[in-house]
């Protein structure tokens, strides 16, 4: 590598370190922004039009989160929620991605199943709650099945979507080098559909936590939804907000989760690198513009 090449690779390297460091400190400060409002709010029991009289500070909420930490009913909680999503989730995502890919590839399986599901999907997974009630023997069972059905329709859908978008050309190439329909399939259909069909998964994993978190609010025993409506029940509301937190915290693990398996299943996709820095060439180019119109006039 020649010197000049060498110097301008160091170059880029510490232009693109700089960069992540910038967004990084970005994103650090907006989140000490909020938190700073949120403590500000409510040390100071601010009422205008929205009431923050009856909210936690973030200190008080910090120390309720500090000493949750340390018993074992709180790490139950948390196993109970994340064994009830993984459940029900990865259910959703075999039968989703299943179910969407027969309804797209089948003419049969779209007459049978797809007025079905058309009817079936604008329920809200929440209000499927007295059918599991009535359905399985146990609760637990219950909240599962309430977690399969909210990520479900999601996954569904946009394999729906992204196996019908596929060109025709390339499943042609395949049988006419001999394929036959599961080496189409396994070649060329799931892998095209693939970045829809991550895309219905990261959302099926957000409306699981949702609906997860509701189920074991109506119908728990123990999970975090359960014990976020127990506080609430008995007026603890750093509690509440501790059960806020670690749903929020929670659904960001799991969600970041999905998206890095995604990653690591689709490294052939050409890919923009979101921490890189943005290209100088626009700003290279209105320059030399500008020189040129200088020296016209």
Sequence with gaps: MSAPTATAARTGRAGSRRWTWTRRARRTAAVLAALAVWQLLAQFRVNLWLRFSQFPTVTETAQEFGRRLGTAAYWQDVSDSVTRIVGGFALAAILGVAVGTAVARSPLASDLLGPLLEVLRPIPAIALVPVAILLFPSNEQGIVF??????????????????????????????????GRWRVLRSVVL?????????????????????????????????VGYRTWQDYTIVDYPGVFVGMATIGLLGRFTATAVELLGRRLTRWLPRTADDSPP???????????????GESS
């Design 146 to 179: 309430i977690t399969f059905a909210a990520a479900f329709f999601p996954v569904t859908v946009s394999t729906r979507h992204a196996v019908r978008a596929l060109t025709p050309v390339w499943e042609e190439a395949v049988r006419t080098m001999g394929g």
């Design 279 to 293: 290209s100088t060439a626009g700003r290279g180019r209105w320059r030399t513009g500008r020189a040129a119109i």
């Design 191 to 223: 892998p095209g559909a693939l970045p829809g069909i991550l895309g219905g998964l990261s959302v099926g994993i957000g409306v699981s936590w949702i609906c997860v978190i509701s189920a074991e609010m109506i119908s728990g025993e123990y999970g």
